[in-house]
């Protein structure tokens, strides 16, 4: 505690498992593990931004998907940085009676962001990127809906089905670990939207281009010793999460009792 959100979206996909219902994904990191576990078992009941859309789509999605599929269960699973865009949706999902449960994965930041400048920075800047902690649930439930909080990854599925059993417009607000780095921070992070933050970056990029074009085998200390360092803080934070996301399925796999120890 608090727990792997890969495990999050692992207790979303077994729960979801009706061949109608419906899953929404929304935010940064967030949408990367959902999208990473979501078994689709029919067209057009998942949802998330794409590559290049925007944040914040997830609740007029889930609204969308209620509306068009009265029938069907409808979940959201997003980001605490996303939901904050159209937090207000809520009131638009209460306002006209549809019961969708969205799941909150609160890691108390903009979490692809801040991993993304910790890898190549080795450091996020807190003031731009933590959230701190905010009762999600709590602010759903002053609007007329239903609200939980969850800590703990065996709490997870009872209050999916409270959350359902509601009949009402439902946020689950669960604390996921906000150390983990999803595969979409490192991609980000790869970007080089951050290159400015380096001494020799710009000199960095410029010797590789001269270097393909010039046939040259070698560059000079300084710029290896930055690619160094890239390489360096990229293995430190990278890595390990790669082996514990891994390990983490692995275990979520093979534990028969169905409590996982994440």
Excluded at 133 to 151: C, I, K, S, W
Excluded at 202 to 221: C, H, K
Excluded at 251 to 256: I, V
């Amino acid at each position: 505690v608090p727990m792997h959100p890969l495990r999050l979206a692992r207790e979303i996909d077994t729960f979801m498992g009706r061949e109608d219902d419906i899953v929404v994904a929304d935010g940064g990191d967030t949408q990367v593990w959902m999208g990473m576990t979501r078994t689709v078992r029919m067209g057009g009941h998942y949802f998330d931004s794409g590559l290049y859309g925007c944040l914040a789509v997830g609740i007029p999605f889930a609204n969308a998907a209620k509306l068009r599929h009265p029938e069907s269960r409808v979940l959201l699973v997003i980001g605490d940085g996303s939901v904050g865009f159209n937090f207000m949706e809520f009131h638009t999902a209460i306002r006209k009676g549809l019961p969708i449960v969205v799941v909150v994965a609160n890691d108390q930041s903009w979490g692809m962001i801040a991993h993304s400048q910790t890898l190549r920075m080795g450091h996020c800047i807190a003031d731009g990127t933590c959230l701190g902690p905010v009762d999600y649930h709590r602010m759903v439930e002053a609007l007329g809906g239903f609200g939980l909080a969850v800590e703990r990854p065996s709490a997870i599925r009872p209050a999916l089905e409270a959350a359902f059993a509601s009949g009402k417009t439902a946020c689950i607000n669960v604390m996921v670990d906000p150390t983990v780095i999803s595969p979409g921070s490192v991609a980000l992070a790869n970007l080089g939207g951050y290159r400015a933050a380096f001494r020799h970056a710009e000199d960095y990029d410029l010797w590789l281009r001269a270097a393909r074009v010039s046939q040259i085998t070698s560059l000079p200390d300084r710029l290896l010793l930055y690619r160094r360092s890239i390489q360096q803080i990229s293995q430190k934070y990278a890595i390990p999460q790669a082996k514990a996301a891994a390990i983490a399925w692995l275990d979520y796999e093979h534990t028969g009792n169905g409590q996982p120890s994440l």
